[in-house]
């Protein structure tokens, strides 16, 4: 009547799995929320444009030096600020996967294994 009763003992990993599974969503949601206040800097044209970001790659802020804010100099401002953006953004990104890559090892995955956020 109640055959397969012994495959009940797999539930258990089941139950191991869904919670290392909910462990290791709390982490990355705890990893999310401190990569949101993490703040890198980005430069270019040797520290006159500064870029700020979240490690999640949202820019917050930038510093230019107001030597370089001349009319006739537009374009080179504005290219250097692109350039700023770009660096703050790249080390966003190093350092988002560089912290996520630390949660895959803790949580024993291979390395390389990209988490999905």
Request: no cysteine; aromatic share 0%; proline share 3%.
């Amino acid at each position: 009547m109640l055959k397969g009763l012994g495959a009940l003992g797999g539930l258990g990993d089941m139950a191991k799995m869904m919670k290392a599974a909910q462990e290791m969503q709390t982490k990355l949601a705890e990893l999310q929320e401190e990569l949101a206040r993490t703040i890198v800097t980005g430069e270019a044209g040797g520290g006159l444009v500064k870029a700020r970001a979240t490690a999640k790659g949202e820019v917050t802020g930038l510093d230019i030096d107001p030597s370089i804010l001349v009319a006739s100099e537009k374009e080179m401002v504005e290219d250097l600020i692109l350039a700023a953006i770009r660096d703050v953004q790249e080390r966003a990104r190093a350092r988002n996967d560089q912290e996520m890559n630390k949660l895959a090892e803790i949580m024993g995955m291979p390395p390389g294994m990209k988490l999905p956020f």
